[in-house]
């Protein structure tokens, strides 16, 4: 069983922020496998699919960003998902808008969300998909991760998460996240 986490805030004036490119791309993903968030529970919107013959639960956690770990946690156990077959979409500032990132695991980088998610599952070792929003130029970073795209930016991400959905189905048919990492790493 493998678990996707998309990192958002939940309500409606978060929608289509910078900082709910993680919910966005999950959304696609879930549109393209054609599976709705239908249940609640453990403090997550859930949708489950099977693909190749696996379940994968698509998770979007209903805590805010910053305690996203309180959901995924209990989840993780809950399901006995290994933190390895796990992967969270987020955010990324350190990138360009639409830049694309796939890593093994790794530190928090200043990421809340990541930060919760480390202290919930007592590990590091989850597979990280980052997703650019680019960096405030005269703006406090907590105004810049809740504004919105453009709509030029928001073309961009939308090209982006079909990159995702692309290369999480790579994952999940090959189950080896370095070819992913080496075949959608964006240059």
Same mark, same amino acid.
């Given at each position: 069983?493998?678990?996707?986490?998309?990192?958002?805030?939940?309500?409606?004036?978060?929608? /289509?922020? !910078?900082?709910? @490119?993680?919910? $966005?791309?999950?959304? #696609?993903?879930?549109?393209e496998h054609q599976?709705?968030?239908?249940?609640?529970?453990?403090?997550?919107?859930?949708?489950?699919?099977?693909?190749?013959?696996? *379940?994968?639960?698509?998770?979007?956690?209903?805590?805010?960003?910053?305690?996203?770990?309180?959901?995924?946690?209990?989840?993780?156990? =809950? =399901?006995?998902?290994?933190? /390895? +077959?796990?992967?969270?979409?987020? +955010? +990324?500032?350190?990138l360009e808008v639409?830049?694309?990132?796939? !890593? %093994?695991?790794?530190?928090?980088?200043?990421?809340?969300?990541?930060?919760?998610?480390?202290?919930?599952?007592?590990? %590091?070792?989850?597979? !990280?998909?980052?997703?650019?929003?680019?960096?405030? %130029?005269? $703006?406090?970073?907590?105004?810049?991760?809740?504004?919105?795209?453009?709509? /030029? #930016? !928001? %073309?961009?991400?939308?090209?982006?998460?079909?990159? @995702?959905?692309?290369?999480?189905?790579?994952?999940?048919?090959?189950?080896?996240?370095?070819?992913? $990492?080496? *075949?959608?790493?964006?240059?």
């Open positions: 069983m493998k678990m996707i986490v998309g990192l958002g805030n939940i309500g409606r004036k978060y929608d /289509e922020t !910078r900082h709910n @490119v993680g919910f $966005m791309v999950l959304d #696609q993903f879930a549109k599976v709705s968030f239908d249940k609640e529970d453990f403090n997550a919107l859930i949708a489950s699919v099977f693909i190749n013959g696996e *379940k994968v639960l698509l998770v979007k956690p209903t805590t805010y960003m910053n305690e996203s770990g309180r959901a995924v946690g209990p989840l993780a156990t =809950y =399901y006995n998902i290994a933190s /390895e +077959d796990i992967a969270v979409i987020h +955010d +990324d500032m350190d639409g830049k694309l990132r796939l !890593r %093994q695991k790794g530190s928090a980088g200043g990421h809340n969300g990541i930060k919760s998610l480390i202290h919930h599952l007592r590990t %590091q070792e989850f597979k !990280r998909v980052r997703v650019g929003i680019g960096h405030p %130029q005269k $703006m406090a970073v907590v105004d810049w991760v809740l504004s919105k795209f453009t709509a /030029e #930016q !928001r %073309q961009t991400i939308d090209v982006t998460a079909n990159e @995702v959905v692309a290369a999480l189905d790579y994952w999940l048919a090959s189950d080896d996240f370095m070819k992913t $990492m080496n *075949k959608y790493n964006h240059k």
